[in-house]
């Protein structure tokens, strides 16, 4: 079992910076995909970013790229998303997610067991 848990949201401006943070605890061994995903009430979930742990080879969306960078303490014990040049449209619930033991396509969001309670980001223009 794996549990995670959020921290870091509040709210901000358009064009400030927050860095999100999930705590990790648990047995995360064949731990592969750490990601976080946004959600907004009435909307499909979305995936923001992701790293391999294996690997390190990291996936950002579109919408993020270039503002948003993902990455991780020691041990991966703590990983982080640090969100600069805020918008409006980054208002979500943001969660970090790990996947099941084994499971190496981080891209698949259903590969994603444990999921934290979620921490608020709210940007206003």
């Known amino acids: 079992q794996v549990q995670l848990v959020e921290s870091g949201g509040g709210s901000v401006q358009a064009g400030g910076s927050l860095r999100l943070s999930c705590a990790v605890s648990g047995n995360t061994y064949r731990t592969y995909c750490m990601g976080w995903f946004r959600h907004t009430p009435g909307k499909e979930r979305e995936e923001v970013a992701h790293?391999?742990?294996?690997?390190?080879?990291?996936y950002y969306a579109d919408s993020v790229k270039g503002r948003f960078t993902i990455s991780r303490a020691i041990a991966w014990k703590t990983v982080y998303l640090q969100m600069n040049s805020l918008k409006p449209e980054d208002t979500a619930m943001y969660y970090c997610?790990?996947?099941?033991?084994?499971?190496?396509?981080?891209?698949?969001?259903?590969?994603?067991?444990?999921w934290g309670p979620g921490t608020q980001v709210t940007v206003s223009s």
């Open positions: 790293i391999n742990t294996a690997s390190g080879a990291t």
């Open positions: 997610a790990a996947s099941a033991a084994g499971f190496q396509d981080c891209y698949t969001q259903a590969g994603y067991n444990y």
